[in-house]
Nanobody
Framework: VQLQASGGGLVQAGGSLRLSCSASTSGFTINAMGWYRQAPGKQRELVAVISSGGSTNYADSVKGRFTISRDGAKNAVYLQMNSLKPEDTAVYYC?????????????WGQGTQVTVSS
């Protein structure tokens, strides 16, 4: 599985960005997809995940501001980010999980930089 993320950039506080990530699967079904982020000097953290059935989970820090969605037909996942704050500045990574014979395999995209200025 190869993941290609896009949509990052520089935005002022209060602004919005939409991240996109598409996956090439070589015929295998993707189960969960999600977004993680890593700020300088910090560990990578979960931002939002969405299951193949559409169930979502968000980090407390982004609830009410970010929305994750996916297009199963395109194997794509999106992250709509509104009311951005300087503390949202990070490299954002998309992740896809495949189940093969019950064993989860995780794949990561290359990351896209999001910078929020105050």
């Amino acid at each position: 599985v190869q993941l290609q993320a896009s949509g990052g950039g520089l935005v002022q506080a209060g602004g919005s960005l939409r991240l996109s990530c598409s996956a090439s699967t070589s015929g295998f079904t993707i189960n969960a997809m999600g977004w993680y982020r890593q700020a300088p000097g910090k560990q990578r953290e979960l931002v939002a995940v969405i299951s193949s059935g559409g169930s979502t989970n968000y980090a407390d820090s982004v609830k009410g501001r970010f929305t994750i969605s996916r297009d199963g037909a395109k194997n794509a996942v999106y992250l709509q980010m509104n009311s951005l704050k300087p503390e949202d500045t990070a490299v954002y990574y998309c992740k896809a999980v495949q189940l093969r014979a019950g064993v989860p395999f995780s794949y990561w995209g290359q990351g896209t930089q999001v910078t929020v200025s105050s």
